[in-house]
């Protein structure tokens, strides 16, 4: 297998919208894992599926865009997370499932998965968590399923904890800042008497598509 040290620039010809640090930081956690199938949803260019492929694993890649996937030799489904997965017959080594307590698919997918499972913690309350200490008993059979757990920060690590005790990973959410610091022209479809909403996303037309066809 190829060894980290290998892997420390960014994959060229792909899009990488991760911070450097949270990509490469992902690398790391698969590197200690064994080398298995596993399914990558959402792929968009396929970056991660690319570099997971080149480490051993044996990589299926999904996105609801597939045409925009770009690593040779994997293969990239069309999945929408909110309909049935095209996988009747698939079986996977590695389930990576964000925020693993939300019911129900994926509080289903924690608890059931025969799979080595890993769950991502988004969330963060400064008061109480009143579904978290309604649903607990029922909920920590989900959480104790899981074999590792990572959280995008220490306060939501913190929040998770006081309910699920456990050992997490933080790993923060990352966005590459100086891409975005250079000035730029002010976009003709912002109005000067209305609101502007600002769409953070996936950065390509797609999104900027998805976004106009809902305007109202």
Known sequence: ?????????????????????????????????PRG?????????????HCLREMGFEVVAGDIDPQFF???????????????????????????????????????ASRFSPSTTIGTFHAYNEGRGRGYMFWKKVLNRGAIRLNGRIAVSEPAKAFANRYFAGEYRVIPNGLDIDRFTAKAPRPSVMKEDATNLLFVGRVNAVSYTHLRAHET
Do not use: W, Y
Request: aromatic share 10%; hydrophobic share 45%; charged share 25%.
């Open 37 to 49: 199938k596993l399914l990558d949803i959402a792929a968009g260019e396929g970056a991660l599926s």
């Open 1 to 33: 297998f190829l060894q980290m040290r290998n892997l420390r620039k960014k994959p060229e010809g792909f899009q990488v919208i991760a911070h450097e640090k949270t990509f490469f930081k992902i690398l790391d956690i698969f590197e200690e894992l």
């Open 70 to 108: 770009k690593a040779s030799g994997i293969q990239c489904l069309d999945i929408d997370m909110n309909r049935p997965f095209p996988l009747e017959d698939e079986s996977f080594d590695i389930v990576h499932v964000h925020e693993p307590l939300m019911p129900m698919f994926a509080l289903t």
